[in-house]
């Protein structure tokens, strides 16, 4: 049985930092190309930033780029999301997502053939 399951989210000020987790069970995490994604109120769900299943190659989303940092643990099973000055606008539900073999168009949701129940991120202005 897959599962991905995320933590750390939480609430967060305007300025700081948070840092989120995906332990991914049930799937050769290695071979995984992983992703992070987001979904505000009334919003469409967009991709926040994606690694690679080798880990040499990120992708963001203009609007995280230098603030956001996407990493993996291939021993640990786990892909995290640091993010720094954090701003109101990234309050939504953040999703991890995992595409076995993804090489490319990693900002693509159909990319993505599993996903986790999301954590709430809420940062306070």
């Known amino acids: 049985q897959v599962q991905l399951v995320e933590s750390g989210g939480g609430l967060g000020q305007a300025g700081g930092s948070l840092r989120v987790s995906c332990a991914v069970s049930g799937l050769t995490f290695s071979n995984c190309a992983m992703g992070w994604f987001r979904q505000a109120p009334g919003k469409e769900r967009e991709i926040v930033a994606a690694i690679s299943w080798t880990g040499d190659s990120t992708y963001y989303v203009d609007s995280v780029k230098g603030r956001f940092t996407i990493s993996r643990d291939n021993p640990k099973n786990t892909v995290y999301l640091q993010m720094n000055s954090l701003k109101p606008e990234d309050s939504a539900v953040y999703y991890c997502?995992?595409?076995?073999?993804?090489?490319?168009?990693?900002?693509?949701?159909?990319?993505?053939?599993?996903w986790g129940q999301g954590t709430q991120v809420t940062v306070s202005s």
């Open positions: 997502a995992a595409s076995p073999w993804g090489v490319s168009n990693l900002e693509l949701r159909s990319k993505y053939r599993y």
